[in-house]
């Protein structure tokens, strides 16, 4: 799988769009973005994936570049319940079933 | 309710015992797994099984041995506990490759 690379750190204030990069420049064809959090000590929680195609849910948008090798989480009006650790993954689409998990970005939603 | 459930949530033992996290989902997944949360907060995978069979064994010590008695559970066992074994267990379940986990709250275990 391949790797991604994220910022350790980022803050936002409440009630802004905060902007999640992450780089995967080793991505290829088969290869789905997929982001999860992870908020102070409970279970990782799936956000959204995508391939190619932007994509937006309830929770969040993804932007994939085209070359697909970045991609920008965006949480359109961040809230203090927003602070987490923000995986960013690549996986493939079959195989074996597994993520392999980053360092991801701590987000700090301030108020 | 709950999607995956752990339990128990604690977990404090000395050294030497042998110890057992269960993990039961109620979403009809296929594939469900383990990872260990180390102190450093990394998340690896330990074990994945899907319809009971185990598909990812990732060198983990064979002190700690999955059991899937069908496939909405996942148990965890582990003997002779050490010092290292002390972290966070996450279960975790998902309906295929393309689909995104569903993970449980999580069992701390605390080795002394």
């Known amino acids: 799988d391949a790797k991604t690379t994220q910022p350790p750190s980022m803050d936002c204030a409440e009630g802004r769009a905060a902007n999640l990069p992450c780089n995967h420049s080793t991505i290829s064809g088969n290869e789905y973005v997929y982001w999860y959090r992870q908020i102070h000590s409970q279970g990782p929680q799936y956000i959204i994936h995508?391939?190619?195609n932007n994509e937006t849910n309830e929770m969040a948008s993804l932007i994939i570049t085209e070359d697909r090798k970045s991609s920008t989480l965006i949480l359109p009006h961040a809230t203090l319940r927003d602070t987490a650790v923000y995986y960013c993954?690549?996986?493939?689409?079959?195989?074996?079933?597994?993520?392999?998990f980053g360092t991801g970005t701590r987000l700090k939603v301030l108020a | 309710d709950t999607a995956v459930s752990q339990t128990p949530k604690y977990l404090v033992t000395q050294m030497g015992n042998d110890k057992s996290i269960k993990c039961e989902q109620n979403l009809g997944h296929d594939t469900m797994y383990w990872y260990k949360q180390d102190s450093k907060k990394f998340l690896k995978i330990m074990f994945s099984y899907n319809n009971k069979e185990l598909i990812i064994n990732e060198t983990v010590p064979n002190r700690f041995s999955p059991k899937s008695p069908d496939k909405a559970h996942l148990n965890l066992h582990i003997n002779s506990l050490e010092l290292g074994d002390s972290a966070v267990y996450f279960c975790?379940?998902?309906?295929?490759?393309?689909?995104?986990?569903?993970f449980g709250s999580g069992t701390r275990l605390t080795v002394v």
């Open positions: 975790a379940s998902s309906s295929g490759p393309l689909y995104g986990y569903t």
């Open positions: 993954i690549v996986r493939v689409s079959s195989g074996t079933y597994k993520y392999i």
């Open positions: 995508g391939l190619k």
